[in-house]
């Protein structure tokens, strides 16, 4: 089975511009998660779905970043207008919820690494 | 907000040696994951713990969840340079959301 999908694999662009990360789920799970990795930051939840719906969108730097996830196999994360200090390996993850009283396996992405210039 | 702190943050020690890194919170979790993560790809889910003082062996990886489920450690035995690799712990917070420690970036020398 294929795993999580992720594109570009890397971006290079230039201060200003707009930049569109895009993520295919494993087939079936229901929930979807963008993280940002980073030396000093380590690895940071950007933003979450579940059922295609935004549950917590509490770790988005501002509001040049946005994400959406328009169907079940299909999300993108979008940088508007783009600075250097978003340069970072962005990871989508997904999982499959079986219960509620406990975190879920994520299965990662190859990520996509963004240099902002 | 929960913070998991990892410790060391990085190790380097010679084949067939044995280590434990360390992940600790002030905070109780609902399960803890371990993740292995290597240059150029995403993390890859190791093990889940779930119930305070559980164990979980993985071959020669030894996987522990402290009785308050506040803090868990990793033990490797016998490590070979295929173990090399960053390891982060992930904390649960409620159904789905995970809180992932700084890690500990593992070296292990032939």
């Known amino acids: 089975d294929a795993g999580v999908i992720q594109s570009p694999r890397h971006e290079v662009t230039e201060m200003g511009q707009e930049v569109t990360l895009r993520c295919k789920p494993i087939?079936?799970?229901?929930?979807l998660f963008w993280y940002r990795q980073t030396m000093m930051r380590g690895l940071e939840l950007l933003i979450y779905?579940?059922?295609?719906?935004?549950?917590?969108d509490s770790g988005m730097p501002e509001d040049r970043f946005s994400a959406k996830m328009p169907n079940a196999s299909f999300s993108t994360l979008k940088i508007q207008p783009s600075e250097p200090r978003d340069s970072a390996v962005y990871f989508c993850?997904?999982?499959?919820?079986?219960?509620?009283?406990?975190?879920?396996?994520?299965?990662f992405g190859p990520g996509t690494r963004l240099t902002v210039t | 907000t929960q913070l998991l702190e990892q410790s060391p943050q990085f190790l380097s020690i010679q084949e067939g040696e044995n280590l434990t890194v360390y992940c600790n919170s002030s905070?109780?979790?609902?399960?803890l994951q371990w993740y292995r993560q290597e240059p150029g790809e995403g993390p890859v889910l190791l093990v889940t713990?779930?119930?305070?003082?559980e164990v979980k062996k993985l071959k020669r990886l030894t996987f522990q969840f402290g009785d308050a489920r506040k803090d868990s450690s990793l033990h490797i035995t016998a490590a070979q340079p295929g173990d090399t690799g960053l390891y982060l712990c992930?904390?649960?917070?409620?159904?789905?959301?995970?809180?992932f420690g700084q890690g500990t970036r593992l070296t292990i020398n032939p």
């Open positions: 087939s079936g799970h229901n929930s």
């Open positions: 713990v779930v119930t305070g003082g």
């Open positions: 993850a997904s999982s499959l919820g079986r219960g509620e009283h406990y975190s879920y396996e994520q299965y």
């Open positions: 779905f579940n059922n295609n719906v935004p549950i917590d």
């Open positions: 992930a904390g649960g917070q409620g159904a789905q959301k995970l809180v």
């Open positions: 905070s109780v979790f609902s399960s």
